[in-house]
């Protein structure tokens, strides 16, 4: 035990002192460094706790934010040795709080005042002893109070699991299924809460594992799409939206497709890049972005150059876009209505124009237009639009937004295919029964004029449905549509 002039001479050491201020701006800098990486609104959810043989402790008050900052992980740790080298920082580690975050109950955390340079001398230069004294027994209050609810809790002792290495072979298992919280999955806005790792299966129908329907050079994308060699086509089984007449419904309702390893994966990506595609594109796979992401990053390890592309519905949380920032060049959503009483009825998701506007806007944020010498989009954003026979107004609704919010930052695309696939005429109340119509083709086309809206495509009519996709087939598609490179049936 230390006698009292110790302890003094001990808090009023400058070495001391100026390690206390390193530790105080190591648990301060943690919401400049989520924000510097992208990770909306952590900051207020998250929080660093403990700092304890070499590993940080990051406590957060929901499953979902442990599974959005593990996926940062290896990221936020190069940050958190870039600050401190003199930490020797070598992990990071999460836990979920047993309290909410509220400023009543709130960690608390020691403090010194930031200054340019020697912060500890010009702080106490014209103190009294007296109130040295004070100011030092008031932060190791502080510490121990810390500490003992740390305690209290039953964590403190407990070894910190070490951070998962990128690229390794625990990153793939990791990514692809370990991100879904052993006990809620809140990926997509459902929030369904299940535990998709023990194979339990929420609104998409899927688990953690990736499932593929099919991949192909694909010829009927947009021109900035599809360029001269084709797009490289990725179809992900399942989707956490509920279209009643979705083109893809086989493999979106109907269960079709097998899982993949994520080094299957990576060699479809490889392959479509070596037979020409002009990027890689993602068709529907909100759901999947876990493994999406791992198999991205191990594809670019692997010598993919190509732009990617993300072909979604935008039902997409900020939190869950956030994850691609890193991987994806190009979105592709759709803005299927601002009507929350058609998403409701034809879509299932009464939130889908909250929830799709905010996702559009994020990434028109993060994706500037550009494209290459041969004019194929290298970033970017395409907004398609599907426009429903009967219910021309909500189109119109969409143009307007696009026309206030996106016009100069984004492409548009009017798509005029509707078609109510075979068998699906039955499953929804009123949903179109008719191809559009010339009457129809020239309003819109009127609305495109009226908005001034230029920049992007609209269809020609086309009222047939031989163009709708068939996947039990080797090539869903027509030969003159796409050139089959995987199939979910092939050995």
């Known amino acids: 035990m230390k006698k009292a002039g110790e302890l003094l001479a001990y808090f009023f050491d400058q070495k001391t002192l100026t390690s206390i201020h390193t530790w105080s701006k190591l648990f301060s800098a943690w919401p400049s460094i989520v924000t510097k990486h992208k990770i909306a609104a952590a900051e207020s959810h998250t929080r660093v706790v403990e700092f304890d043989r070499r590993v940080l402790l990051i406590e957060a008050e929901h499953p979902g934010w442990i599974q959005i900052l593990q996926i940062k992980q290896s990221e936020l740790?190069?940050?958190?040795?870039?600050?401190?080298?003199?930490?020797?920082?070598?992990?990071?580690?999460?836990?979920?709080?047993?309290?909410?975050?509220?400023?009543?109950?709130?960690?608390?955390?020691?403090?010194?005042?930031?200054?340019?340079?020697?912060?500890?001398?010009?702080?106490?230069?014209?103190?009294?002893?007296?109130?040295?004294?004070?100011?030092?027994?008031?932060?190791?209050?502080q510490s121990v109070i810390a500490r003992e609810r740390a305690r209290v809790r039953g964590d403190f002792n407990k070894e910190?699991?070490?951070?998962?290495?990128?690229?390794?072979?625990?990153?793939?298992?990791?990514?692809?299924?370990?991100?879904?919280?052993?006990?809620?999955?809140?990926?997509?806005?459902?929030?369904?809460?299940?535990?998709?790792?023990?194979?339990?299966?929420?609104?998409?129908?899927?688990?953690?594992?990736?499932?593929?329907?099919?991949?192909?050079?694909?010829?009927?994308?947009?021109?900035?799409?599809?360029?001269?060699?084709?797009?490289?086509?990725?179809?992900?089984?399942?989707?956490?939206?509920?279209?009643?007449?979705?083109?893809?419904?086989?493999?979106?309702?109907?269960?079709?497709?097998?899982?993949?390893?994520?080094?299957?994966?990576?060699?479809?990506?490889?392959?479509?890049?070596?037979?020409?595609?002009?990027?890689?594109?993602?068709?529907?796979?909100?759901?999947?972005i876990p493994a999406i992401v791992a198999g991205l990053?191990?594809?670019?390890?692997?010598?993919?150059?190509?732009?990617t592309?993300?072909?979604?519905?935008?039902?997409?949380?900020?939190?869950?876009?956030?994850?691609?920032?890193?991987?994806?060049?190009?979105?592709?959503?759709?803005?299927?209505?601002?009507?929350?009483?058609?998403?409701?009825?034809?879509?299932?998701?009464?939130?889908?124009?909250?929830y799709a506007t905010k996702a559009i806007l994020r990434m028109l944020d993060t994706r500037a237009l550009r494209a290459s010498a041969s004019s194929t989009l290298t970033s970017g954003v395409i907004i398609r639009h599907l426009v429903l026979p009967g219910y021309l107004e909500a189109t119109r609704k969409t143009l307007r937004w696009f026309a206030e919010h996106c016009q100069g930052r984004a492409l548009i695309s009017v798509m005029t295919q509707y078609t109510l696939p075979r068998g699906m005429d039955m499953r929804v109340k009123d949903a179109p029964k008719r191809f559009m119509s010339e009457q129809d083709y020239e309003t819109v086309l009127g609305w495109l004029e009226e908005f001034g809206i230029e920049d992007g495509f609209y269809q020609e009519l086309t009222p047939d449905s031989d163009w709708l996709p068939d996947f039990t087939r080797q090539n869903p598609f027509s030969s003159t549509l796409s050139t089959a490179v995987w199939h979910f049936q092939s050995p």
């Open 77 to 141: 740790l190069q940050e958190f040795q870039s600050r401190f080298p003199d930490l020797d920082i070598v992990g990071i580690s999460f836990r979920l709080s047993r309290t909410p975050f509220t400023p009543a109950i709130r960690m608390p955390e020691p403090r010194l005042p930031e200054t340019p340079s020697k912060p500890v001398e010009e702080d106490t230069a014209n103190l009294s002893n007296k109130e040295r004294f004070k100011r030092s027994m008031k932060r190791l209050e």
């Open 309 to 354: 592309l993300w072909n979604s519905s935008a039902y997409e949380s900020l939190e869950a876009l956030s994850l691609l920032d890193d991987v994806i060049d190009v979105y592709l959503p759709d803005l299927k209505t601002l009507d929350p009483n058609l998403a409701a009825h034809f879509f299932n998701a009464p939130d889908y124009p909250e």
């Open 297 to 307: 990053k191990q594809a670019r390890a692997g010598g993919l150059v190509i732009p």
């Open 160 to 288: 910190p699991q070490r951070g998962i290495k990128p690229h390794s072979e625990d990153a793939v298992a990791f990514h692809s299924s370990a991100w879904i919280e052993s006990k809620h999955c809140l990926l997509c806005p459902r929030h369904c809460g299940v535990n998709r790792t023990a194979g339990e299966r929420g609104y998409c129908g899927e688990s953690a594992t990736l499932r593929l329907a099919a991949a192909s050079i694909h010829r009927g994308e947009e021109p900035p799409v599809s360029g001269t060699g084709g797009s490289g086509a990725i179809f992900v089984s399942g989707c956490n939206l509920g279209c009643a007449f979705c083109q893809n419904y086989q493999i979106s309702h109907k269960g079709m497709g097998r899982e993949v390893a994520i080094t299957e994966f990576v060699a479809i990506c490889l392959q479509l890049q070596a037979l020409g595609a002009e990027n890689i594109n993602i068709v529907t796979g909100t759901h999947a």
